[in-house]
């Protein structure tokens, strides 16, 4: 049964602009992953959001998004907007403000029988749109060639209880087009893919456990000539322009598994906090990250900086002697204290005077493979500011640029040989009713056509070892890396 009907619809009309229709099913032998698989559709944009809280237990929801008909893309200077059928060619140096302004039309009526999240636009925020906003230079090649935004309108979305079982099938009514046409479209849309979830059928696969092999893959950059780099950054902090700078390494391969295969070994490797499946035509993000650039609901803004991370331990006990040791660590705490910082100067842009706070400070975060120290920063949002304002004020992370954050991008831009593209920027949604959750596109792969691309940072400071932060790096980037092996030899 349809969540309202035909007059419902029309009455609601008269008052908001985008009006959720959907219905509930008991769906407890369905995984979100199967939702994808199932209701993907080639000539669509199709995308999937995931959560393990903390890397150990699920999060309560899971998002299966569909869309065609409403896309955002912008790469310097210059954007596009397809909207049902006709495309709008822009310039701007504010893509972000472009953006926005496509959201203010969009008002949304609230369903209390929903989630947080229902609709509205989702994909990236890649790490070269900065350049629009601060003193950075964009002049390095760009191998990959993303976009550097690239975010979609729901169509469909499939909300997924894990608690429950239920999943709400859900399509947005337009009332900017004819309201009784645009029902009988999300009605139809709703009903099948009700049948496809019940129809289709999805079979299991195996993979063999495979270690990378470091040799299979391309990096950017020698390690004589990252350790170069680093020395280089060094100099700029001895002479008192920064005090951290995060630079990175990107490694790429020819890749002959399947984008699908990836992210299900990723997700059972490596559970964290944002997992994400986007297929956005030719290109195919995949990631795993474990911390939020900004959250914005109900007026409160958010961020969690992570910084600190030891291994997991084979026992409780040597877990808990890895915690005390990395608590103990000036040099890790040190680190941590001016990302909390950097964190309160970015939240208190946007927030009112005297309501941000440091809610969590230091507290350990224990994940499938290593733990992390982190913290956790919040505040009121500014009368008048929007989702799209919190996420210009935080982006990018001080944790994948440096510290004071412009002077240490404009070094990272002289220093590292390419963009950056997705990597270090951000993948999440702006919601109808104007929240936001951004994950930091770490522990992320990009693949385009048939070569798979990923890329680790490090953090550099005054007493940094070079060759040391080359492995760094390296070992960062195998847990992706094994992915990907490990993706390459599936079977059915």
């Known amino acids: ?25 008991l769906a407890d032998t369905e995984t979100p992953l199967s939702l994808f698989l199932k209701l993907k559709k080639e000539g669509h944009y199709n995308i999937l959001l995931e959560s393990a809280e903390g890397g150990s237990k699920w999060g309560r929801y899971s998002f299966v998004i569909r869309s065609s008909s409403f896309i955002f893309k912008y790469k310097k200077g210059y954007g596009e907007v397809f909207k049902r059928g006709k495309v709008w060619c822009f310039e701007s140096k504010d893509p972000l403000e472009v953006l926005k302004s496509l959201m203010r039309d969009l008002v949304p009526y609230k369903d209390e029988r929903l989630p947080r999240f229902w609709g509205g636009f989702v994909g990236y925020i890649g790490y070269d749109v900065v350049k629009c906003y601060e003193p950075v230079k964009d002049e390095k090649p760009d191998p990959i060639g993303t976009y550097d935004i690239f975010m979609v309108l729901t169509d469909l979305v499939v909300i997924h209880d894990n608690l429950t079982g239920k999943i709400k099938i859900l399509s947005p009514i337009f009332v900017d087009v004819d309201v009784e046409e645009s029902y009988k479209r999300a009605k139809v849309s709703i009903e099948t893919a009700i049948e496809d979830i019940f129809t ?20 950017n950059m020698r390690k004589e000539e990252f350790e170069s780099l680093v020395i280089k950054a060094k100099e700029y902090i001895a002479r008192g322009d920064i005090i951290q700078v995060v630079p990175s390494l990107r490694f790429s391969k020819n890749f002959k598994g399947r984008p699908e295969d990836l992210y299900r070994i990723l997700r059972f490797l490596n559970p964290s906090p944002y997992m994400y499946y986007l297929e956005l035509g030719h290109v195919k993000v995949i990631g795993s990250s474990p911390e939020v650039l900004v959250r914005l609901e109900d007026g409160k803004v958010e961020t969690r900086p992570i910084a600190g991370t030891r291994r997991r331990g084979l026992t409780e006990e040597e877990d808990k002697a890895l915690e005390e040791e990395l608590l103990r660590d000036e040099k890790e705490r040190a680190e941590h204290l001016m ?63 440096g510290a004071p954050k412009v002077r240490a991008m404009q070094i990272i831009e002289e220093l590292e040989p390419e963009r950056r593209g997705i990597y270090a920027g951000c ?44 492995w760094e790096i390296v070992s960062k980037a195998k847990a992706l890396m094994k992915a990907v092996s490990m993706a390459e030899t599936q079977r059915t």
């Open 1 to 25: 049964m349809l969540s309202l009907n035909l007059n419902q619809v029309k009455e609601l009309s008269k008052n908001y602009s985008v009006i959720p229709l959907f219905a509930e099913v």
């Open 200 to 219: 289709k059928s999805i079979f299991p696969v195996n993979y063999e456990e495979k270690e990378p092999h470091l040799s299979e893959w391309h990096a």
């Open 339 to 401: 990302l909390v910082d950097l964190a309160r100067n970015d939240i208190g842009k946007v927030s009112k005077q005297g309501s941000v706070r440091v809610k969590e400070f230091m507290t350990i975060e224990r994940y499938s493979h290593v733990m992390h120290i982190v913290s956790h920063v919040v505040g009121d949002i500014q009368e008048g500011l929007s989702a799209v304002d919190v996420i210009k004020a935080t982006f990018p992370a001080g944790t994948v640029s």
């Open 427 to 470: 993948v999440g949604y702006i919601s109808f009713q104007g929240n936001t959750d951004m994950a930091i596109a770490i522990r992320t792969a990009v693949i385009r056509g048939d070569e798979v691309f990923l890329q680790a940072g490090a953090g550099i400071v005054a007493d940094s070892d070079p060759e040391k932060e080359w």
